[in-house]
């Protein structure tokens, strides 16, 4: 062994110095004392030296110098030690330190021996002053290896750390601490002039790599990275350094990840869990700017009012400069966002395949965009103050928004859009939502986009409602359709108080171009533009009320019409036996005012008219009497400009006044003008006075004393002529 060649050569060495010596004692020249004698600085040593220098060649190339300051050779066990080790590696710049080293394997090998056992205060210090203190080290020359088995303690720039056992790979530049792993990264600079340092970092874990040339460190088993604005927790963690590896810029966390945000610090994160966080820095202002949650992830975004959540199997989120604010959210696969009620909005909960939500710095969030599945929907439920939930459903949900997920200005649906609230249930191809605001309540607006064939339809307990556009106000329960609308007033037990003029508990239709419906008032106003197709309400079979405008008032059962009014109205009419039969009326006039209460329609207009079964009335107003119990007609009245015509009688005057129960027309005017059939049949007869009864039933013409002073007659009227 070379160490043997070494000892005999020293051994050798001494015994010539000794033969030097005898030929000197024994020189002729004065005694003098003998020397003192050399003692062992290690009395178990067979043998010591001093300091030297050994070269370690790798191939054909300079790899390693092993330097020592003495050296010891010992019979039991059988070994060599060298003292104040320092192994220099000049292509790594890589340095180890010892206060003892024992060479195992061929000492005699070029390359250098095949182990090194370390002992006392060992330092190894690569070439960028990462440094690694143990008490105790074994370098392995094949593989490149120093394990350390005890504490090992480390340093680079701002960063330190200790664990219990730990490698250092030299190869590969890898640093590893196998059990109770803690490293720390000391403030740095303050990221603004003035201020306090910053960037302090604590990461706890039972075992711990760092890949130099990678620039990482990796913490397994429940690693703990804490920071002053968060605390991440995982069950392996992965921390990514600049290239100085003085700050932080990526942290990955697997299994059971978790950010835990800071009570009360600035910059702070929101709260995530997931299987697998990824987390960016920005390494000039250390400040979290990005995280994506891989699995099962939640995010949690807490204040004064509660929890707003998002969970999604993915989940992706940018932050603005402050690490706080979000700007672009996107989460995909059974995306859940709840947002807990707040002073200003109620609790809402959103269900979607995915979400992608985009801002800008300064502002936030402004826009939030959710798709279904393919064969799904989206769902939003909202809180409804004291009653059922609000629920809509769609395949596309955009969101407007103030600056976060949950301060919504409004919301767009579209496809296959269903809105159910208390009493209302909305379908439609597009809707929006907008939010109450003081002053404002909640609304809906439902509208057909184009290129769809399908209306909007708004249904409730006592009317359907269907238009290109409807617009719902989901706090006032008013209604607002535009464009080819059509409703239907449903009757039920509980229903709104019929027009006189419909069929009781019989469902009434209408059409129009527009519609505007109070819930407060229990109004309805249906319009058409002139020249457009006039507003018309009906019962199948039964009544009909058309024109311009058409009012409906729920609560009183009033109904006014304007604008080329006419009404088909079916009524029953009272025989004089106790019997009724229906007879159906056909007015026109101007205006219509039908008042429940009076039970009255009157009609008025330059023209207004009434024809039943062959007869006609003419007059500047008409009013319809009805029965104050049902729909029976008591008769009409008719003023100013009144023309009649019926069987073979005509009349004019100034008022008409007829009562079905005598079939009796009674007619006053300045003057009364009435033809008639003469009584004989064979000619007609005209009359002229102020006041003339015609009675239906017996067909004959009264004419009464008085006022009838001065009645003309003209017995040669022409049959035909009429007197208009």
């Not at 963690?237 to 600049?242: H, K």
């Not at 009649?644 to 003008?673: C, H, M, N, W």
Request: charged residues 25%; aromatic residues 6%; hydrophobic residues 35%.
């Amino acid at each position: 062994m070379r160490w043997q060649r070494q000892a005999r050569f020293v051994l050798a060495a001494i015994g010539i110095g000794s033969a030097v010596a005898l030929v000197m004692l024994f020189r002729d020249r004065p005694p003098e004392a003998a020397p003192a004698t050399l003692k062992p600085t290690d009395v178990k040593a067979v043998a010591e030296g001093g300091a030297a220098n050994t070269v370690w060649f790798g191939k054909s190339e300079r790899r390693a110098r092993f330097s020592y300051k003495s050296w010891a050779r010992y019979e039991n066990p059988e070994r060599m030690l060298n003292f104040g080790v320092e192994i220099f590696f000049e292509a790594e710049g890589l340095t180890i330190n010892a206060d003892e080293a024992e060479i195992r394997g061929d000492t005699a090998n070029a390359s250098g021996p095949n182990e090194v056992l370390l002992n006392g205060n060992v330092r190894v210090q690569t070439r960028d002053d990462l440094v690694l203190t143990t008490p105790n080290a074994t370098y392995n020359n094949t593989t490149g290896i120093v394990q350390m088995p005890g504490k090992v303690n480390f340093t680079k720039g701002r960063m330190s750390g200790e664990g219990v056992g730990g490698t250092y790979n030299r190869p590969q530049e890898l640093f590893q601490l196998h059990d109770q792993a803690h490293v720390m990264l000391a403030p740095g600079p303050a990221t603004e002039p003035g201020g306090p340092p910053e960037g302090a970092m604590d990461a706890r874990s039972k075992s711990m790599t760092i890949a130099r040339q990678e620039h990482f460190s990796r913490l397994e088993g429940n690693a703990t990275i804490t920071r002053p604005s968060e605390t991440l927790t995982s069950d392996t963690s992965t921390i990514y350094f600049t290239e100085d590896e003085t700050e932080v810029r990526l942290v990955d966390l697997q299994g059971h990840a978790a950010v835990t945000p800071t009570a009360g610090a600035a910059n702070a994160p929101p709260k995530m869990e997931a299987d697998h966080i990824s987390l960016t820095f920005t390494p000039e202002t250390r400040i979290l700017n990005h995280a994506t949650l891989n699995g099962n992830g939640r995010v949690t975004m807490t204040d004064e009012a509660g929890d707003r959540s998002i969970t999604g199997q993915w989940i992706d989120i940018t932050t603005g400069t402050d690490g706080s604010t979000v700007t672009r959210l996107e989460s995909r696969d059974r995306v859940k966002v709840i947002l807990p009620r707040r002073a200003d909005a109620p609790g809402r909960t959103i269900d979607a395949a995915t979400l992608v939500a985009t801002g800008e710095e300064g502002k936030g969030l402004t826009r939030a965009r959710f798709d279904a599945a393919q064969g799904g929907v989206v769902t939003f439920v909202e809180e409804a103050e004291g009653g059922k939930p609000r629920k809509a459903t769609s395949r596309t949900l955009v969101l407007g928004l103030d600056g976060s997920i949950e301060a919504i200005s409004q919301a767009d649906f579209a496809q296959r859009v269903r809105f159910e609230s208390e009493q209302t249930v909305a379908t439609s191809e597009a809707a929006t939502y907008r939010a109450a605001k003081p002053g404002a309540g909640a609304t809906l607006q439902l509208r057909q986009p184009n290129g769809s064939n399908i209306k909007p339809d708004v249904t409730r307990p006592d009317m359907r409602v269907n238009a290109k556009e409807i617009d719902l106000g989901l706090d006032s329960e008013d209604l607002n359709a535009r464009g080819e609308v059509r409703s239907k007033m449903l009757q039920s037990k509980d229903a709104r108080r019929s027009s006189a003029l419909f069929e009781a508990g019989r469902d009434t239709f209408a059409a129009a171009e527009t519609l505007a419906y109070s819930s407060a008032a229990g109004r309805a106003v249906y319009t058409s533009a002139a020249g457009a197709t006039p507003a018309r309400l009906w019962q199948d079979g039964g009544s009909t009320v058309s024109g311009r405008e058409i009012t409906v008032d729920d609560k009183s059962g009033n109904l006014q019409a304007k604008g080329a009014v006419q009404s088909d109205v079916l009524v029953s009419e009272d025989s004089g036996d106790g019997k009724t039969t229906d007879a159906r009326y056909v007015m026109t006039s101007e205006t219509l005012d039908y008042n429940d209460e009076a039970r009255r329609a009157i009609y008025q207009g330059d023209l207004a008219t009434l024809a039943s079964e062959g007869r006609r009335t003419e007059a500047v107003e008409i009013e319809m009497i009805l029965s104050k119990q049902g729909r029976t007609l008591e008769g009409f009245k008719a003023t100013q400009k009144v023309f009649t015509i019926f069987d073979r009688y005509e009349a004019k005057g100034d008022q008409l006044e007829y009562k079905t129960a005598s079939d009796v027309y009674v007619l006053t005017g300045r003057p009364v003008t009435a033809v008639g059939p003469s009584e004989d049949g064979k000619g007609c007869v005209k009359v002229i006075g102020v006041f003339a009864q015609i009675d239906r039933k017996t067909r004959q013409i009264a004419w009464p004393e008085p006022p009838n002073r001065g009645v003309t007659t003209d017995p040669s009227w022409p049959c035909g002529k009429s007197i208009r």
